[in-house]
Every structure is written in structure tokens, then in C-alpha cells.
């Protein structure tokens, strides 16, 4: 399977602690994207790489949000002191330059 | 503020009919326009799109049209079927599609069989 894929799928954590998602994209793609999205809401962009380089991050991306992307393939999405706001589902998409996202399944947060 | 607009957040539509999704957007500088359909519990998955240099594009059962003046997008999908039901999401991007995609809330087609 080459697409898009991501881990866990769901995570329920407890206020206050630490949560570390991962994508793997397409391995052709060298952009990496990272969206969230709420009920009734669309995807929001939060942030994105070209290979290991982070171009762009939403002020949505508060500091307690950290993403990586070490060697310009998976990337990990960590948040900190995570608070009940956060729950969501969390998405990644890859590309290449000027190509639509392919997206991978998401990874759900709750955050009770 | 929302630069790109679905304002119909569901649309019910007999199985064989025409369904048509429509979409507004505000920035002018959004120049590639594409369709997100999903599924509940799976990530969206591209459907269509449409460069500003286009006012058509279709591919199969489905054909988006852009009217720049207007600022508006939709798209068409003949005939409908069952399994076209999903949400579907309008999305937009600057400079050829190398800014990140803006997306609207989505619109929840039904397909009646």
C-alpha cells in the first residue's frame, strides 16, 4: 500500500498530557502536510514541509504544537499540556508541488 | 473570516438526477480549485480539479465549473448513485497550487435511492 498513513487512529488522553502522532506519506512526495479538523468544520491547515524544511506553520499552531520532519520523510505531530480545545481529528496529507494533498485517514484525539 | 464558502451544509438528491455543490471564494489571488469527497471515519480523497485558466473541467460523471468573475465554483455529478454519498469539500490555493490549501465546511450529499 503507498498511500498516506498515519498512527495511532484514535488517541484519548487526559488534559494536561503529552500526545505524539506520526505520518508516513507517499514516498515520492517531498511536501507534508499537517491539517486539522473539527465538527463541521473543514480541514485547517496548521503546518508544512518540503522535505526537511518546515515553509509555513498556521497561527493556529500554538506553542504548545510541535511538528518534525528529520530526514524529509515521516514527520510526527506532538502536542504538549494538551487541553480539551485540542480534541479533533488530526490530518497529514503529501504532495508534490502544485498537486492536490493526498490525504491519510487521520488520527482522532480525544482529550477529556 | 472564511475565504472559501459552502453555504449549503447538506443537499438530498434523487439517484439518477443531477447533483450540483456550490462553492464561493473571497481571495483573488486563489488561482487552482479542487473537490474533497469523504467518507465517514477515512481521510478526504481528491475528486476533481480546476486551474483558473479553465472555466470547465470533467472527468467522467463529474464536471466543475469556475466562473472568476462571480468568484463561485461547482460541481456537477451525473447521474448521481448511492455510493456518492459523503461530504464533500471545496478547496482553494494561490500561485498554481504552491500555497496551502483553504477549505470550506463541507456539504453532506444524500443520494436517495
Known amino acids: 500500500d503507498t498511500g498516506v498513513s498515519q498512527n495511532p487512529r484514535h488517541k484519548i488522553t487526559k488534559r494536561g498530557q503529552n500526545v505524539t502522532f506520526r505520518c508516513d506519506p507517499i514516498?515520492?512526495?517531498?511536501?507534508l502536510y499537517w491539517y486539522r479538523q473539527t465538527l463541521g468544520q473543514g480541514p485547517e491547515f496548521l503546518t508544512y514541509?518540503?522535505?526537511?524544511?518546515?515553509?509555513?506553520k498556521s497561527r493556529l499552531l500554538s506553542d504548545r504544537f510541535s511538528a518534525e520532519r528529520p530526514k524529509g520523510s515521516f514527520s510526527t505531530l506532538e502536542i504538549q499540556r494538551t487541553e480539551q480545545g485540542d480534541s479533533a481529528m488530526y490530518l497529514c496529507a503529501s504532495s508534490f508541488p502544485g498537486l492536490g494533498l493526498y490525504f491519510g485517514p487521520g488520527t482522532r484525539l480525544t482529550v477529556l | 473570516d472564511q475565504q472559501v464558502k459552502q453555504n449549503s451544509p447538506s443537499l438530498s438528491v434523487q439517484e439518477g438526477r443531477i447533483s450540483i455543490l456550490n462553492c464561493d471564494y473571497t481571495?483573488?489571488?486563489?488561482?487552482?480549485f479542487l473537490w474533497y469527497k469523504k467518507y465517514p471515519a477515512e481521510g478526504p480523497t481528491f475528486l476533481i480539479s480546476i486551474s483558473s485558466i479553465k472555466d470547465k473541467n470533467e472527468d467522467g460523471r463529474f464536471t466543475v465549473f469556475l466562473n472568476k468573475s462571480a468568484k463561485h465554483l461547482s460541481l456537477h455529478i451525473v447521474p448521481s448513485q448511492p455510493g456518492d454519498s459523503a461530504v464533500y469539500f471545496c478547496a482553494a490555493s494561490g500561485r498554481s497550487g504552491n500555497t496551502p490549501l483553504v477549505f470550506g465546511k463541507g456539504t453532506r450529499l444524500s443520494v436517495i435511492a
Open positions: 514516498s515520492e512526495h517531498n511536501r
Open positions: 481571495n483573488s489571488m486563489f488561482d487552482y
Open positions: 514541509f518540503q522535505n526537511e524544511a518546515q515553509l509555513e
